[in-house]
């Protein structure tokens, strides 16, 4: 009995070292008497006991490593402490396992060596806004010096960037600052603007009054000269009237008649508001003067 299950577990042991399945997700390599001999891939593989056995066994899937916060100095000397991911997949599981003692450890010290190198070419404002270009410059070096090892860097992402108590305190008194600032800037802009409107208001205002005093004007001026034109027609009309009377007959002495009233009218107007009498000069012939004026009237009154 000891001896069938004896026999049964050595039966196993050769089984189970000259059989092997592999995954679809790995690949791996294959030594002859402690010499490569070859990539095994996914599926049923026959080995030889004791003389082939697997030496190394990789993930040929994409991987993603964690690289640890590092202190890193950037371009305006100002200290941060900087994480990241980076994505890498086995290409070639012969280089992967001959090249490089072990690619994944290798990887995340170069990406930390590289992210500090890249991280110390911006200042910290671009470090922030220049995020993409910063991991695609870290891919390009990375994925350059790997070549050697067999492995491929798909991407390498930034996840944070954290100054220092001290740099945050003086980062937020300077935008605190700036804000200040914008905001003095807008309201002299403001300022500024209303200023120019009051003086555009004053200044349309002054036009509009100039504008309806020099309207005023000619309208007065047109008035007027309607006024004059009218005072003249009348007039002319009157002149033209009286000129036709003169050639009636007893025109002219109706006109001599109304001289004389007038004179006579204005001479009594004279004498009651005057306090000292003023004769005429030839007072002799005053009696002459008031019987021909009798003589026209009688006239006068006859046609």
């Known amino acids: ?129 220049e995020r993409d270009k910063l991991n695609e410059n870290i891919v390009r070096e990375i994925d350059r010096a790997s070549d050697p090892w067999g492995i491929k860097v798909l991407r390498y992402e930034v996840k944070n960037i954290t100054p220092s108590e001290h740099v945050v305190q003086t980062l937020e008194k300077q935008m605190e600052a700036v804000r200040e600032k914008r905001a003095d800037i807008i309201m002299a802009e403001a300022h500024r603007q209303g200023t120019i409107n009051i003086s555009e208001g004053e200044r349309q205002e002054a036009i509009n009054l100039s504008e309806g005093a020099k309207q005023k004007r000619i309208n007065e001026a047109n008035g007027k000269a309607r006024e004059i034109s009218i005072i003249a027609e009348a007039t002319a009309k009157g002149i033209k009237r009286v000129a036709e009377a003169t050639t009636r007959p007893g025109g002219a002495e109706a006109i001599k008649m109304r001289i004389t009233e007038e004179f006579i009218q204005d001479l009594g107007e004279i004498l009651e508001k005057s306090t000292i009498t003023v004769l005429p000069g030839q007072a002799a012939n005053l009696k002459a003067a008031f019987e021909g004026i009798s003589q026209v009237t009688s006239k006068v009154t006859q046609s």
């Open 1 to 129: 009995m000891t001896y069938v299950t004896i026999t049964v577990l050595v039966l196993l042991f050769f089984i189970w070292k000259t059989f092997i399945i592999v995954p679809m997700r790995s690949s791996y390599i294959k030594e002859k008497l402690g010499k490569f001999d070859g990539v095994l891939e996914p599926g049923f593989h026959f080995l030889i006991p004791f003389i082939d056995r697997v030496a190394y066994r990789h993930e040929i899937r994409e991987q993603v490593m964690d690289i640890p916060a590092q202190t890193c100095i950037t371009g305006d000397n100002i200290q941060v402490l900087v994480d990241g991911l980076v994505y890498i997949k086995v290409m070639d599981p012969k280089k992967a396992s001959y090249g490089i003692g072990d690619y994944r450890n290798a990887s995340i010290n170069l990406a930390q060596t590289t992210m500090r190198s890249e991280v110390g070419k911006l200042a910290l404002h671009e470090s922030f806004s």
